[in-house]
């Protein structure tokens, strides 16, 4: 919510996981969960890696768990739907299933009368402050972090837009983690493959009320940027269930 926006009890339910890793030996195995969202969740976020390798017969799998559930279904894919190489085909399939799948952009849903944004980004790792790749030397390590900096880059543009949408509350979505605090529980080597600091510095610098990402399968659920917004790793296997519910309060109109 804006720093210093009137509220007045009216909130946006956000159901949210990342990591299903489906394929077709676990065909059905989300549906009856998430046909209960239509009871308790307004929209439900997909936080990456809903496939295990980024093939087209997963990505149908994952369709037919989230086509016509009776809310919006707002996705970002993760490095596992990327792995085939065959990231667009993912797409398409999810978005002929009706879910919107975001990349540097934006997507503003109507609740309670009220606008809710959701600017996704997959992101890319690099690390966190002070331990963190740098853009410099040889081409290959400049490219690394230049597909950090630039998915970084489209995630503030993504919410920085938001502003000019006059949103009651603003999501941003990703896959990798934008801080450490909920990697915790991943051995502390790997931090750097997990996520990036430059995730949470957009994060910071356009606003947002909720931050919500996956990858991170052994860290925490809990985590806050530097600046004070919410982080929340919904990686399955961290919150052990069909999907985290969160309540956002909305900005009053
Ligand atoms: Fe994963
Ligand atoms: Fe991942």
Same mark, same amino acid.
């Given at each position: 919510?804006?720093?210093?926006?009137?509220?007045?009890?009216?909130?946006?339910?956000?159901?949210?996981?990342?990591?299903?890793?489906?394929?077709?030996? =676990?065909?059905?195995?989300?549906?009856?969960?998430?046909?209960?969202?239509?009871? =308790?969740?307004?929209?439900?976020?997909? %936080?990456?890696?809903?496939?295990?390798?980024?093939?087209?017969?997963?990505?149908?799998?994952?369709?037919?768990?989230?086509?016509?559930?009776?809310?919006?279904?707002?996705?970002?894919?993760?490095?596992?739907?990327?792995?085939?190489?065959?990231?667009?085909?993912?797409?398409?399939?999810?978005?002929?299933? /009706?879910?919107?799948?975001?990349?540097?952009?934006?997507?503003?849903?109507?609740?309670?009368?009220?606008?809710?944004?959701?600017?996704?980004?997959? /992101?890319? =790792?690099?690390?966190?402050?002070?331990?963190?790749?740098?853009?410099?030397? *040889?081409? *290959?390590?400049?490219?690394?972090?230049?597909?950090?900096?630039?998915?970084?880059?489209?995630?503030?543009?993504?919410?920085?837009?938001?502003?000019?949408?006059? =949103? %009651?509350?603003?999501?941003?979505l990703t896959?990798?983690?934008?801080?450490?605090?909920?990697?915790?529980?991943?051995?502390?080597?790997?931090?750097?493959f997990l996520?990036?600091?430059?995730?949470?510095?957009?994060?910071?610098?356009?606003?947002?009320?909720?931050?919500?990402?996956?990858?991170?399968?052994?860290?925490?659920?809990?985590?806050?940027t530097a600046?004070?917004?919410?982080?929340?790793?919904?990686?399955?296997?961290?919150?052990?269930?069909?999907?985290?519910?969160?309540?956002?309060?909305?900005?009053?109109?």
């Open positions: 919510m804006t720093p210093g926006a009137e509220r007045d009890g009216a909130f946006v339910r956000v159901a949210a996981v990342g990591d299903i890793h489906l394929s077709p030996d =676990c065909r059905g195995l989300l549906r009856p969960s998430f046909e209960t969202l239509p009871l =308790c969740a307004d929209v439900l976020l997909l %936080a990456g890696d809903l496939t295990r390798h980024g093939t087209v017969p997963e990505a149908e799998v994952v369709a037919e768990e989230v086509r016509d559930l009776g809310v919006p279904v707002v996705a970002v894919l993760g490095n596992h739907d990327y792995h085939s190489e065959r990231e667009a085909d993912v797409t398409r399939v999810l978005t002929d299933a /009706g879910v919107t799948v975001l990349e540097g952009d934006r997507v503003v849903l109507p609740v309670a009368g009220r606008k809710v944004g959701v600017a996704g980004a997959k /992101g890319f =790792c690099g690390g966190f402050a002070g331990r963190s790749a740098g853009e410099f030397g *040889e081409r *290959e390590m400049k490219d690394f972090v230049r597909t950090a900096r630039r998915g970084a880059e489209s995630l503030h543009r993504a919410l920085a837009d938001m502003s000019a949408d006059g =949103c %009651a509350a603003r999501i941003a896959h990798f983690a934008p801080v450490p605090d909920t990697l915790a529980g991943e051995p502390v080597e790997i931090y750097p996520g990036s600091y430059l995730l949470a510095e957009a994060i910071d610098e356009a606003g947002a009320d909720l931050a919500v990402h996956g990858h991170a399968h052994l860290g925490t659920e809990h985590g806050m600046g004070g917004v919410r982080v929340r790793n919904v990686a399955q296997p961290v919150i052990g269930r069909a999907f985290a519910l969160y309540h956002l309060p909305l900005a009053a109109s």
